[in-house]
């Protein structure tokens, strides 16, 4: 029987403000994101995706240390970017204006901190998806949409679908 590998990579998805004051919320930014810095330092092979801009952003202000230490495992290739949003949107409710400047705005933040912008579309708790999002994903240069726990194939409005991962 051929031995195959199987690649796990850590995530989280933090809600900011979904059932905590922003205080609270940007404790668990931070808590979780320590917590994925000593995994990298307890585990070599350890792998991490993020996806909301903002958070860079916060952690940044607040814990510049921190912020040098996420920019050198993004360098490392250990920490990846993912998203390229500043905050995960409502991926239903936003007009095509909405998405394009939240993005613009992600990668820009991106770009400037890190040097690259993310490759990955990325929006693991999103309750549906506006018709126009594949399109607002390909001329942004996506390679992939990832997406949990819906049954959604992302297509283009010619009907060709999007790379997916759900």
Known sequence: MEKKKLYMIGNSHID??????????????????????ERMKEFEDFRFTST???????????????????????EEGRWEITGGWFIEPDCILPCGEAFIRHGLYGQRYLKSRFGKTAKIGSNVDSF?????????LKKAAWMLMCSCGRD???????????????
């Open 128 to 136: 549906g998806h506006n018709p126009i999002l594949p399109q607002i």
């Open 16 to 37: 900011p403000v979904w059932f905590w004051n922003w205080e609270e919320g940007m404790q668990e930014v931070k808590a979780t994101y320590a917590s994925v810095l």
């Open 152 to 166: 959604w194939i992302p297509r283009y409005l010619n009907g060709k679908a999007l790379m997916a991962v759900r």
């Open 52 to 74: 909301s801009t903002a958070f860079f952003e916060w952690i940044e202000g607040i814990l510049p240390e921190m912020f040098e230490e996420i920019r050198q495992r993004v």
